[in-house]
């Protein structure tokens, strides 16, 4: 127990240190960024404060890992430059019982990221686009969609809607085309304005033009109504708006509510959202996988190595990041399967996390590299 203590203290310093390093470096730089918008929109510090606090989920999400490098790479040095390490060792415990509290520790932060990552972090980033917009025109923004073309592959209806009011449930100069399973043009609507009613799943058209046409596309009959309830569509605002939506900006209610109601997309374009599905599970694993690349690393028997093993950790944290946004441009452009593009780094990364423990456990050399033109 005193020895978890004492690792922990070690640790635990130095990365409360960097975390809020990151956080108030970052405070600044979008305080400085955005104090022209804060300023002409007349807002208050309670505002302020609110705003910010939006963003913080996204900041930490992103900083987390780094900061756990750091403060492993930092502490594991010190302790091994001043012999703490081989003392613990010589006095019975393994690389592995020392590891054990920064396992523990990597796990709470894995279930702190997967709690910010599940829908806060995702959307921070249009929070802040819609609170800017907001601040500079004093006006509360809706999500409208303008010119917006949906198709509904399952019931072989297409919508062309001017203008789509997702807030409000309401939707403006509407063009419907009914057609059947042949692909034929049967119903044709022309309506000017529709509303939404989520409790009872029904659309109020108001200044309806309804057309039934054959199979030759000759009028069949036409009527106009004034008010047409319609009951039995599958259609809602948010399925016909959720065609535009950017999968890096949901959160997972999101994504499994979009991939729930757009199952009849092509798989190519629902690559993009099953992917990120997979990723904000995966992200979070990252803040694990970081302990066990650092914590080896930061083991230094002698002097002369250590640049050696903070370059290297330094060195495998950006290839890590590298092949997370390789392997995430590959699932979402469906090169290949989003579970691999999602978890597919965290394994390969993982595996040489551990193969790193065991060297250093082991107290085996790390293999030398050695290039073609060095002597």
């Not at 509360?140 to 010119?147: A, E, G, H, R, V």
Request: overall charge neutral; glycine content about 6%.
């Amino acid at each position: 127990m005193l020895l978890d203590l004492y690792v922990l203290k070690k640790f635990l310093t130095p990365f409360f240190y960097s975390i809020v390093g990151f956080i108030a470096i970052w405070f600044v730089w979008d305080l400085s960024s955005n104090a022209p918008d804060f300023i002409q929109g007349h807002i208050t510090f309670v505002q302020l404060i609110q705003f910010y606090l939006t963003q913080i989920p996204e900041v930490i999400v992103l900083s987390l890992p780094v900061a756990i490098l750091l403060a492993l790479l930092y502490s594991f040095t010190q302790m091994s430059r001043h012999n703490e390490i081989i003392s613990m060792l010589c006095s019975g415990r393994s690389l592995y019982r020392i590891f054990c509290p920064l396992m523990f520790v990597g796990l709470v932060f894995v279930v702190v990221v997967t709690y910010f990552n599940y829908q806060q972090a995702p959307q921070a980033k249009a929070i802040k686009d819609q609170l800017k917009d907001e601040m500079r025109t004093g006006i509360k923004s809706t999500k409208i969609l303008k010119n917006h073309l949906f198709r509904n592959r399952i019931d072989n209806r297409t919508w062309y809607l001017q203008a789509l009011d997702v807030t409000h449930q309401k939707a403006y100069q509407l063009q419907i085309i009914q057609q059947d399973a042949e692909g034929n043009i049967v119903e044709k609507w022309y309506i000017t304005n529709a509303a939404y009613n989520p409790a009872t799943h029904t659309w109020l058209f108001s200044d309806v033009n309804h057309v039934v046409v054959d199979a030759m596309g000759e009028i069949v009959s036409f009527d106009h109504a004034d008010q047409r309830e319609v009951h039995d569509w599958s259609e809602s605002p948010w399925r016909i708006g959720s065609s535009a939506m950017d999968p890096n900006v949901l959160g997972v209610p999101e994504l499994k509510e979009y991939l729930a109601h757009n199952s009849d997309f092509s798989k190519v374009r629902l690559a993009p959202f099953i992917t990120h599905l997979y990723y904000r599970w995966s992200l979070p694993w990252t803040c694990l996988i970081v302990i066990f690349i650092a914590a080896p690393l930061g083991v230094i028997y002698s002097r002369r190595s250590i640049l050696g093993g903070i370059s290297l950790a330094v060195g495998l944290f950006a290839a890590l990041l590298f092949a997370d946004n390789l392997f995430l441009a590959l699932g979402k452009g469906a090169r290949c399967f989003p579970i691999i593009a999602a978890w597919g780094p965290n394994l390969i990364f993982l595996g040489i996390g551990c193969y790193l423990v065991w060297i250093k456990a082991t107290g085996r050399e790390l293999p030398k590299i050695k290039l073609p033109w060095a002597d």
